[in-house]
């Protein structure tokens, strides 16, 4: 192990290191078009864990926007709106990961993996309910839910033909 680190060592040092940087993360630029618009989405609990009771069945609506590289997810009917991060990208195929904050003390990411199919999707979303202490910010508790989803495009690019 000390001969590869010392070989190691001399290699960087005889022919010098030249700093590049790297660019990290999924660019909007390989999510579908198709994504983007507004559609009717429908969760099922499949399983859960912790203390709280997470809604058996939600029907939801989500638009999908981009500015950018900025991916946006809002829902008018509740009025929630977050920045989407990308995780994955491979064809049809795509992973988003959005965290908010719920009420004062509580954190909620969700984490969707989905499979794109004309102008629906199926997909799971992973939930993850942390609550924390007000007084030193510490993890009280963590609830866990999968949902498995079932979307349909009202609105967008592939609906309109645009």
Known sequence: MRKFL??????????????ETLHVGISADSVPNNFYGSWRVVGKVDKQSGT???????????????RG????????????????????VEGNIIRFTKTGEYDYNKKLTDTVDLKLTGDTFTGVNYITLETFSAIDNSLIKKDTAIYLLKGEKISGLSITGK
Not at 53 to 63: A, E, I, K, L, T
Not at 69 to 88: E, M, R
């Open 6 to 19: 010392l070989t190691l060592l001399i290699l960087l040092l005889g022919f010098g290191v030249q700093g």
């Open 69 to 88: 590289d900025v991916i946006n997810l809002n829902n008018p009917f509740t009025g929630a709106s977050a920045s989407v991060k990308l995780d994955y």
């Open 52 to 66: 709280m009771n997470f809604r058996p069945q939600s029907v939801d609506f989500w638009n999908l926007s981009r």
